[in-house]
């Protein structure tokens, strides 16, 4: 079969292929999108409770993850969270911002999906779903690949934008990483990210009967041994919500540290942080001592919580009968937490992959290889991860943009 010849091939119907699409598309450039699933911006539908958490306003490099996380202040100042914003107000898209600056739909993540489906097609983009790369390689300047459904295409230019390996149900796959090496490029470790932690069953029998019970608590990491390449030295902090589950730690603060966490290392929790709980609890004890310590405590942290930590402190009974000593005990049970995870949940639950083609080969104004020219990776291939809230959805906006302004 004879090789259709087009400027770009994007391959990955997420949102970074797509911004990408629609960017090169504006620019007057002949643009294939490909992407092996039957519908185009999954992770973008089911996202943010099927509302899509799309951006954050307070996004910047400092909520990123990798080797060199200041690889994305280019592409970030570029293309910022408030050009996007843009978009989405243009699309008559109405939207809300919950805590942390993060940014929802008030209707549906379909939405934010129709928005960029429709910027493709008016930008002259050919998208075409349930359709696979078999096979690709450089042909002289350009580049060819054979698809599924036998068709042969050459472009001039190639973007990986197929993302990571989080959410294999949804057809993730490590091959944006694949193909990549296939041109000699590096690829950093890659790892689950934005995942809930599990316990051993020992931990497990203490704490899984409070699963489903969510609290308010400061979690911490500390990388030992000080800064590493992708790990900034000193603790990292998040002050969120923490969910009990049958298999451990989730929500949000967890799921935020588990970026940070690696296998073998300790986790700091407080669930009552900047409360000093050993002096409202010796308070309580004046005020009323003929009170269970269950239910003094139940005024800092949620009942079931309270009533578990006292229990496993040994500390039942009314607090005119508890020394001063079982109050510090109940005051380092609340805010004194350190545990060691046995590991997450893996790809299955996670919500982005950490790591991937490593940021000193790519040029981070264009996203361009440096030692293949149009060559681009975009979005979660790249060895750039951001924090829960909005993060990853932006940095796939502006490295989209980025490519698409080049490719």
């Not at 519908?39 to 990123?64: D, M, Q, V, Y």
């Not at 293309?79 to 978009?87: C, E, I, V, Y």
């Not at 942390?100 to 999906?113: E, M, P, T």
Request: proline share 4%; with cysteine.
């Amino acid at each position: 079969m004879k090789p259709l010849g087009i400027d770009v091939l994007v391959v990955g119907a997420g949102a970074a292929g797509m911004m990408c699409a629609w960017e090169a598309g504006r620019r007057g450039r002949s643009v294939w999108v490909v992407d092996h699933a039957r519908a185009p911006g999954e992770k973008i539908r089911i996202s943010g409770g099927g509302r899509c958490n799309f951006t954050n306003l307070g996004c910047g490099p400092h909520a990123f993850l990798g080797e060199n996380p200041r690889f994305a202040t280019s592409a970030l100042k570029r293309f910022t969270q408030h050009d996007f914003l843009k978009r989405v107000e243009a699309a008559g898209i109405g939207w809300h911002e919950k805590t942390l600056g993060q940014l929802f739909c008030d209707d549906s993540a379909k939405q934010i999906v129709r928005m960029l489906t429709d910027g493709m097609a008016e930008a002259g983009t050919t998208l075409r779903l349930g359709v696979a790369v078999d096979r690709v390689a450089r042909s002289g300047e350009g580049f060819e690949a054979a698809l599924s459904d036998g068709s042969v295409v050459r472009a001039r230019s190639l973007v990986l934008a197929t993302g990571g390996k989080s959410i294999p149900k949804m057809g993730a796959t490590g091959w944006a990483y694949d193909a990549a090496r296939s041109f000699g490029l590096r690829v950093t470790e890659t790892r689950p990210g934005l995942v809930p932690l599990t316990f051993d069953p020992d931990w497990l029998a203490r704490w899984a009967p409070l699963a489903g019970v969510s609290v308010e608590a400061v979690v911490s990491h500390r990388a030992p041994g000080g800064a590493e390449r992708g790990r900034p030295g000193g603790e990292t902090r998040f002050a969120e919500g923490l969910l009990f589950t049958h298999r451990g730690l989730s929500g949000p603060s967890i799921l935020q540290i588990s970026s940070y966490w690696r296998e073998g290392e300790a986790i700091g929790v407080a669930l009552a942080s900047g409360v000093e709980v050993f002096a409202a609890l010796k308070a309580a004890r004046v005020e009323n001592g003929r009170q269970a310590a269950h239910t003094a405590l139940a005024r800092i942290v949620p009942k079931r919580v309270a009533e578990r930590l006292v229990e496993l402190e040994g500390a039942t009974g009314n607090l005119a009968d508890l020394s001063d000593k079982a109050l510090r005990r109940l005051d380092a049970a609340v805010n004194g937490w350190s545990v060691k995870p046995t590991g997450s949940e893996g790809y299955r639950t996670a919500e982005v992959t950490l790591g991937g083609v490593a940021t000193d080969e790519l040029d981070q104004q264009t996203m361009q290889a440096k030692s293949v020219p149009g060559l681009y990776v975009i979005g979660e291939a790249v060895d750039v991860t951001g924090w829960l809230g909005g993060y990853n959805f932006q940095w796939a906006w502006s490295s989209g943009w980025a490519a698409g302004q080049a490719c």
